[in-house]
């Protein structure tokens, strides 16, 4: 859920970067990301600046996201959030941010992570510098999560190890290092998508290739509604 951009928490005058909400879990607990006052929240931007009105975006600040990074830290340096991290960050975005002298890391990226868009090299440059991919449809799209539980790997390695196709596809995510956000309306799935198991090497290097072996399907791109002259995931304005 989208709040309000940077630029109603202080006195910039130019656009920043909106904040989102949602809850995900670590192995060491519940954390909320919003951009309420606590000192338990964190906060991410996403790829692109708009001005105040949200009619069009900065393209200075689109293209180089460092001063508003630098409003985070000092958002952390005052105690109003815990960690701050981005979303939907490609590779090259990333290492534009972190190619600058940073006060704080950031902690994660959330992007669209799943069979279908498995983002090997962002996952490995993440890893090696220490930040934790979050990924959101990890099942695919609500369009893509009936075909993703059909793929006949999946449903082979479902039936190997006696678990369900979302439960395959969950542990993958996990055995990857990722931070996985699947949903439901149903008690029974969201307690199905706990139970997650150890995939033995070859089965977890079988599904890792046959997610690598087609062309990356991405279905989450706000570019044209953003009314953007770019792809916002593989493009910076010049």
């Given at each position: 859920?989208?709040?309000?951009?940077l630029?109603?928490?202080?006195t910039?005058p130019?656009p920043?970067?909106?904040?989102i909400t949602?809850?995900y879990?670590?192995?060491?607990?519940?954390?909320?990301?919003?951009?309420?006052w606590?000192?338990?929240?964190?906060?991410?931007?996403?790829?692109v600046?708009?001005?105040?009105?949200?009619?069009k975006y900065?393209?200075d600040?689109?293209?180089?996201?460092?001063?508003t990074w630098?409003?985070?830290?000092?958002?952390?340096?005052?105690g109003?959030?815990?960690?701050?991290?981005?979303?939907?960050?490609?590779l090259?975005?990333?290492?534009?941010?972190?190619?600058n002298q940073?006060?704080?890391?950031?902690?994660?990226?959330?992007?669209?992570?799943?069979?279908?868009?498995?983002?090997p090299?962002?996952?490995?440059w993440?890893?090696d510098?220490?930040?934790?991919?979050?990924?959101?449809?990890p099942?695919g799209?609500s369009k893509?999560?009936k075909?993703?539980?059909?793929v006949?790997?999946?449903k082979?390695?479902?039936?190997?190890m006696?678990?369900?196709?979302?439960q395959?596809?969950?542990?993958?995510?996990i055995?990857?290092?990722t931070i996985?956000?699947?949903?439901?309306?149903?008690?029974?799935?969201?307690?199905?998508n706990?139970?997650?198991a150890?995939l033995?090497?070859?089965?977890?290097?079988?599904?890792?290739?046959?997610?690598?072996?087609?062309?990356?399907?991405?279905?989450?791109?706000?570019?044209k509604?953003?009314?953007l002259d770019?792809?916002v995931?593989?493009?910076?304005?010049l």
């Amino acid at each position: 859920m989208l709040l309000r951009t940077l630029n109603q928490l202080s006195t910039n005058p130019y656009p920043t970067w909106e904040l989102i909400t949602s809850t995900y879990i670590l192995s060491i607990g519940w954390y909320s990301l919003s951009t309420l006052w606590s000192p338990n929240i964190n906060a991410f931007p996403r790829p692109v600046a708009f001005y105040k009105d949200g009619t069009k975006y900065d393209r200075d600040l689109t293209a180089d996201p460092y001063p508003t990074w630098q409003k985070l830290e000092e958002m952390v340096a005052k105690g109003k959030v815990k960690n701050i991290g981005v979303s939907n960050f490609n590779l090259r975005r990333m290492q534009n941010l972190t190619a600058n002298q940073l006060k704080v890391k950031p902690v994660v990226n959330q992007v669209e992570l799943n069979y279908w868009n498995p983002q090997p090299e962002l996952l490995k440059w993440s890893q090696d510098n220490g930040i934790v991919l979050q990924a959101y449809s990890p099942l695919g799209s609500s369009k893509q999560v009936k075909e993703t539980l059909s793929v006949p790997v999946i449903k082979n390695i479902a039936s190997e190890m006696g678990i369900t196709p979302a439960q395959v596809i969950i542990s993958w995510h996990i055995q990857r290092g990722t931070i996985v956000l699947p949903k439901s309306v149903h008690p029974s799935r969201v307690e199905e998508n706990f139970k997650v198991a150890a995939l033995p090497k070859e089965v977890f290097d079988r599904l890792e290739n046959a997610a690598m072996s087609h062309p990356p399907q991405r279905v989450f791109n706000p570019s044209k509604n953003w009314g953007l002259d770019f792809d916002v995931f593989d493009d910076t304005p010049l």
